[in-house]
Structure formats: structure tokens, C-alpha cells
């Protein structure tokens, strides 16, 4: 007997759904990029139990027959291309016609639509891949596409749906992605009847502005510097953050052809242009858009993945790399560079982690340039030229590795009391290093990691114990968190009130902040709350003590000693003992060294 046999739809489509569509963000994603692709210039989306329940999208766009409304929700049905060839010239988002199968195969879906030509429009029922109802309708011109009941059909599929308050961040995300690169739609966005999103047409900025600009202290558009490079590879324009306001929580967005994308390798560009001027484990915003031929690009790739294949990246990165400088150096953050001195230069490039450098240390140091000075290099040497030209690459040959630090390595030299091994008085240098010598070698700690370390011990028992110590302010603040995290500061609200933030509701996304934890000191509040907040924004679905330790470590690294303080020698004393006293300093709760003990074996080696 043969056995071999076709599976029915309803079942291949399934199967396919779980590709594309994995969760309520991209079953919207698909909906509206159809709704572009139709040439809507207003997309209104309702969302009701962060799409569990209700995901519609209506649109003003150029609508579907009653032939196209059965059709387009048959596999590999799609108005968008028709051979082979156009795959490589690519003008809308949708080319698979797998989205609307893939979506009625899991959930209950709803459909009018009206073409302009037509006096009646078309609705459609379907679910679970059977149309239930198909009938002529009075409706307005476009697509109204309600998809009700996601996953009704796969248990394990909603099962593995996370909360409400995640699914709707991704919701968010996706939408972000879509809306900042479609800045001539107008775009509003309900969630269970409250809206949350109206975005008004516009350009790229003030569109980015709409997004991002909300609650801001100061304006964004002064935050953001623009960029552009024409040439007949790629049109490359956007914006980039000014340094001061690189944040742990940066906003960045690479698009191509109006479509978001990831490219790790051009946010090295980006990066790299940034080299020296960033502050300690911060990252700068950016918004850029690549305007390129599309056989230059591979897009044909998996359909939810956002990695986009370019055909001469190599040639990219160094003109996105002169772009982004150029514009840095424009803003007057980056001393131009002459380029004689270059060659020269033997000073290495201190890490992306250090305190900002002046204009002449930067002179010394940095040997990036601009290669379109000098039209007789290669691409070839750029490339070995620009990337990661730090210290360690460039002494790596000539110095050997000490070990990397674990709590384990040369223990057994400082057994028994720490104290006892002190051998003479801390210095501080580089502005961020307190050295100590030992008895036998040295220790080398990080002032801002170590004391992080000592405070965030006082953090995690005050939050235990919920009586962190309140210091009120002579004037209170309004803390505006944005509607994007206002859920999420409504449910860390305890643990903020437990650390010692006095704060009250205010209306929804803003509160006001009578106290601060005392051990704040004079910090700025509002810059602390914020810190804590991007720190846990990853904590959905943790347990509590994890997010516990999270939310510690966040307020000790806000209250932490900056680089760059000068330290007496008291204070430093001080802390080594601290340290000292501590079971386990050198390594912090994120897993980044704090203090490295060098013993005179290690030392040794250095000699060999
Ligand atoms: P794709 O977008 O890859 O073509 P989809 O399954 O997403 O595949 O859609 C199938 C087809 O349905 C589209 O090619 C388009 O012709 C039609 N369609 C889908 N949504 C809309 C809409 N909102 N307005 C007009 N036509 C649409
Ligand atoms: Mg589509």
C-alpha cells in the first residue's frame, strides 16, 4: 500500500502559519505592510487583549474584486509578483502571498473590502482556512481586516504567547518599525479602546519626533543631527544622536528601501564613528535610511527575519563610517582630523567605555579619519584600518594576556585576611582606576563598578525589607515615563516605593516624585528613575528575586561613583576594605569585572 499522500490545506497552512506568523506583532506587521502595499494613506489599527482577542486593521487603500478578496487567502496568492525575475526588483513589502493563508488558518477572520470602481463591496468570513461566508456588502473604499481569535485552532501556539504587557511591546516594536518609515501615512493605534498612538503625516523627523519626542525633557529634534551621502552606490540619509544623549535604552533603527532591517555590520560603521566620544555603557541613537537599487539587495530571505544581504556592504561601510563622522564633526564632537598625522599616531585607541575625551586627547589618540580625503586608498585598507583599532589588537602581539579574572585565580596568595596583604597606599589613575599595591602584587579596581558592588548589598536589603530610606525633595519632580512604559512602571511601582522613590500617580504616564532614596545623595532623580526603568524593562516573566537584583543593581550603578571623580585617598581606603570585607568583589552582578588581582606570577609573566 502506498502511504505518501498530500496534506490537505488546512493543514499545510497551518504548518506554514507557525513560520510566519508566531505571534499577535506579526500577524500585525503583515496586515499593515498589506495595507501600504495597497497604497493606503491612512491605516487605523484596534488592538483588544494585545491581540489575543481582536487584531483590525483598516485602511483607505485601493481595495480587492470579490475574486481578489477569495483569492488573496490561498497560499502563494499574490498581486505582487509573477516570475522569478521580480524578486530582484522588489517594490512592496509582501511578494510570498503566504501572510493571509498563514493567518486564516489560525484565527477567525474577517474581511470588507471595497474597490473605488465598485459600488458594492465584498465581505468574507473565514476560519480556520473554511470560508464561512462570503456576500456583497456596503462598505468604505479600502480593507477592513478584522483577525479575531489568533490561535484558536493551536493550543501550544497560545500557550506560548507571554503576557499582555510583552505582547504588546513587540505589538509596539513592530509597529515602530513600520510607522517611522512610512511617515506620509497617518497611523492610529487603539489598544482595548484607548488610544495610544495617533500619528499625523509627515516627514521623517517629525515623524520620529511624534514617536520618540513624547514626554522628553529636552526637545528631540535638538538630540538628533542629521546625515546624509549621495553617491551612485546608495543614498544614505537620517539622523544620528548627539553623543550627550547616548542612553543604555538608545532607539536604533536601520531601514532600506522603506523597509526596517538588523545589519550588525553597519552598526559597527555607526559605532565606530562614535569611537571615544560615548560615556560609559551608553549607546547613541539612530535612524537611518539606505535608499539603494534593489538588485542590490537580497531580501528573499526567511520571512520573518530582518537581516538584509547587501551586495557591496564591504564598499558601504566605510562611506556610512565618513557619513556618520562627517556629521559628528559638523555638530562639533569630532576635532576634524588631519590626516598627515595619522601615520604617526602610536597612541592606542582607549575602549568605547572611556570617559569622554577632550578635543586634544582626542587628536592623539583617534586614527580614524575620513578616507575620501585621500582617493588613492583601497577599500581594502579601510577596512583593516577602521574596525575595533583598540588596545588589545594593537599590543596583543607584544604584551602577553594576563588571565582573565575569575573568582578563582590567584586565590590561594591572599588567603586568610585581605587585610593583611594591603602593602602601602591606593592610588587613583586614569580617572576610573584605584590601584592598590599588595604584599604580594596588585589589585586594580574600577571605582564606579566596585562601589556599584558595595552599594547595591544596601540596594537589595532595602528592597527586601521595604524601608528604603526616603530623602524628600525641596522640589518634586514630574517624572514623565511615556505610554510605552506605563505599564510597566505601574507594576514595578512597589518595588520603586520599597528602594525609597517617594512617587504618587500623576494621570496616566507621568508621576510626581516628592523623595528619593537618601542614598541617591544629590544625583538627579529623574535621570536615576529612568536608568532603573531601562534596566527592567527586560524583567517580564523573571522571577522575583531576579528582578529583585536587577532593580537593585540598577539604583546601586545610578548612585555609583562616576568616572572621572577624583578620589582622596580616605575615600579609597575605604573602599578597598569594604571591598575586602565583601565575599566575592570582583566580579558584579551582570557578570563585568570590578577588580582584577594581579599576584606577582601573574606579574611574572609579563616579564618572561
Ligand atoms: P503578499 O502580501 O505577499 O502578496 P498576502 O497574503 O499578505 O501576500 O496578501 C495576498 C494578496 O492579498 C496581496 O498580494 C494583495 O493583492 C491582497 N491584499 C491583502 N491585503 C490587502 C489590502 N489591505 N488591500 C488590498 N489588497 C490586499
Ligand atoms: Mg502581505
New binding site residues.
Partial sequence: MDIVRLLPDSVANQIAAGEVIQRPASCLK??V???L??G?TFVQVIVRDAGRTLLQ?V?D????SET?AR???ERH?????SEAADLFSLH????????????CAVANVEVQ?RREEDELGTLLEISGSQVIRQEPVQCAK??N?RVKNLFYNVPARRRFLKTDQTEMRNIMQEFFRIVLVNPQVRFLLTHNDEILWDLKAGTDKQRIEAVFGKGARNPYSRQLIDIRSDSELVHIHGFVGVPENASRNPQQYFFVNRRFMRHPYFHKAVMTAYQGLLRNDTNPSYFIYFDIAPEAIDVNIHPTKTEIKFADEQLIFPILLATVREALGKFNVVPSIDFDTVGKVEMPVLNSNSVIPSASDFLKRNPLYNPFHDSSRSVHEWQRETPDRNWQTLYSSAVPQPQVPVETTADSLFEGDYKDSVAGTPYQTAGRYIVQPLTQGLMLIDQHRAHALLLFDQCLKRLKEHNGEVQQLLFPEIWDVGLEDEPLVRESFGCFRDMGFDIEPLTRGSYNVAGVPALLGSQNALTALQQILDDIRETDGMAAEERDNRMAWAMAESAAIPYGRKLSEEEMTDMVARLFQRTGFRITPPGKTAAVLLDSGTIGNFFQ
Wanted: aromatic fraction near 6%; avoid cysteine.
Fill in positions: 503583515e496586515l505592510e498589506n495595507s502595499d495597497a493606503a486593521v485602511d487603500g485601493q481595495g480587492m481578489d483569492m488573496a487567502f496568492a499574490t498581486s505582487k509578483i512592496t513589502m509582501g511578494f510570498r502571498g503566504e501572510a493571509l493563508a498563514s493567518i473590502t479600502g480593507t481586516m
